[in-house]
């Protein structure tokens, strides 16, 4: 007990609270993210399209045919590819934060260069994880929070690639002073 007395008080007060604090809510983040990803992967829905019998069609051998039903025509669902890009957009959220849509505009066209470059232009988004940096408070990682929810709304109401999209905004920490975006496609 004697030792563990000594190593106690050679020790800042902050030092766990900082340290593995931050740690343990950064942790409990991405799981909540992971559920998420999974709880979309596992609920995307789809509508099945009818096809019509034509007159004069001929019936496929080995398939059950009553006149007057309809055949369907079944596709896979639209799922998650588990593998995703991930890149940084060189733009500080503390400039965007508060300046409206002008300001969410060139976070946007950046994301679209970045797919440009990538050509995944052509590609259905399906989930995204935004992360603002901002500074390690509560104020400031509310700011970031708040800030990467906005891009995340503005993708999925703005940019078809993102159109059928979900994601969640995070504070990212408090360097590099930018926005990082992990970006999960549909297959």
Not at 31 to 40: F, G, T
Not at 106 to 128: K, P, Y
Not at 145 to 164: E, G, N, P, Y
């Amino acid at each position: 007990m004697r030792g563990y007395g000594l190593w106690r008080e050679s020790r800042p007060e902050s030092f766990g609270a900082t340290m593995f604090g931050s740690a343990g809510w950064l942790f409990a983040d991405l799981m909540l993210a992971l559920a998420v990803l999974l709880l979309l992967a596992n609920t995307v829905a789809f509508h099945e399209p009818v096809k019509h019998h034509v007159p004069g069609q001929h019936h496929v051998p080995g398939q059950h045919h009553v006149p007057g039903q309809h055949h369907v025509v079944k596709h896979s669902p639209p799922a998650l590819d588990p593998r995703y890009i991930s890149f940084r957009v060189a733009i500080s959220p503390e400039v965007v934060q508060g300046k409206g849509p002008a300001a969410i505009g060139s976070v946007l066209q950046a994301v679209d260069h970045q797919l440009a470059i990538r050509h995944l232009t052509a590609h259905q988004v399906g989930f995204v994880i935004v992360l603002a940096a901002g500074a390690d408070d509560a104020i400031g990682q509310g700011d970031a929070i708040r800030t990467a929810d906005a891009v995340v709304k503005a993708l999925h109401d703005q940019d078809r690639v993102f159109s059928h999209s979900a994601g969640i905004g995070y504070w990212g920490g408090t360097y590099p002073d930018n926005f990082k975006f992990n970006v999960f496609f549909l297959t």
